[in-house]
């Protein structure tokens, strides 16, 4: 079955750190953009960051400087290194799939939780 | 980082026909790029509905469609039933900062 699945959620202290991950399976990351898409309380859609196939990274300036993208395609796995965590990070973090030059999210994973409090 | 723009809420009994519009500018909609939309139901991630415009991907049903033009975008639903109720973003790319953009998002209510 081709699906993704999210891990690492958690609640964290604000200027913590945290590593999401996100499992492929039914396909191989390597083929894909991957990408991350967050969604706070009650709020809409935020693009994050998103990965290509040659490894190109684009971050949301909101962001930027702080949250780190990386792929393993041995593990055909998709991370989201998170530093400096404020309040405003608190959201439910999705892991969606790009197909190559396209634009759009055709596959997304459960989503995992990430709250930032003290 | 810009976002598109899109009613709060949009209501119609069942068996009517609802529109959603949402609002780009020049380096999204209005530079050509495609308009992609998403429908979440209540606790669950965001599905796609309509890609390319005016796309549905197998399995969505004929009564949603797309249509674009100029800076703007809309997604129709005739025919409306119950499980349409649900929020719905539309979202596209922003070639002035390389990055993806959601619209804020409406809620469709069937009454």
């Known amino acids: 079955e081709v699906q993704l699945e999210e891990s690492g959620g958690g609640l964290i202290q604000p200027g913590g750190s945290l590593r999401l991950s996100c499992a492929a399976s039914?396909?191989?990351?390597?083929?894909?953009?991957l990408s991350w898409v967050r969604q706070a309380p009650e709020k809409g859609l935020e693009w994050v960051s998103v990965?290509?196939?040659?490894?190109?990274?684009y971050y949301a300036d909101s962001v930027k400087g702080r949250f780190t993208i990386s792929r393993d395609n041995s593990k055909n796995t998709v991370f989201l290194q998170m530093n400096s965590l404020r309040g405003d990070d608190t959201a439910v973090y999705y892991c969606?799939?790009?197909?190559?030059?396209?634009?759009?999210?055709?596959?997304w994973g459960r989503g995992t939780l990430v709250t930032v409090s003290s | 980082q810009s976002v598109l723009t899109q009613p709060p809420s949009v209501s119609g009994a069942p068996g009517q026909r609802v529109t959603i519009s949402c609002n780009g500018s020049?380096?999204?909609?209005?530079?050509?790029?495609?308009v992609h939309w998403y429908q979440q139901l209540p606790g669950t991630a965001p599905q796609l509905v309509i890609y390319?415009?005016?796309k549905r991907p197998s399995g969505v049903p004929d009564r949603f469609s797309g249509s674009r033009s100029g800076t703007s975008a809309s997604l129709a639903i005739t025919g409306l039933q119950a499980e349409d109720g649900a929020d719905y973003y539309c979202?596209?790319?922003?070639?002035?900062?390389?990055?993806?953009?959601f619209g804020t998002g409406t809620t469709v209510t069937v009454l």
């Open positions: 969606a799939r790009v197909p190559r030059s396209h634009w759009y999210f055709d596959l």
């Open positions: 039914g396909f191989s990351v390597s083929a894909y953009y």
């Open positions: 990965i290509y196939v040659g490894g190109t990274t």
């Open positions: 020049s380096s999204d909609i209005g530079a050509g790029l495609d």
């Open positions: 390319g415009n005016n």
């Open positions: 979202q596209s790319y922003d070639s002035r900062v390389t990055g993806y953009v």
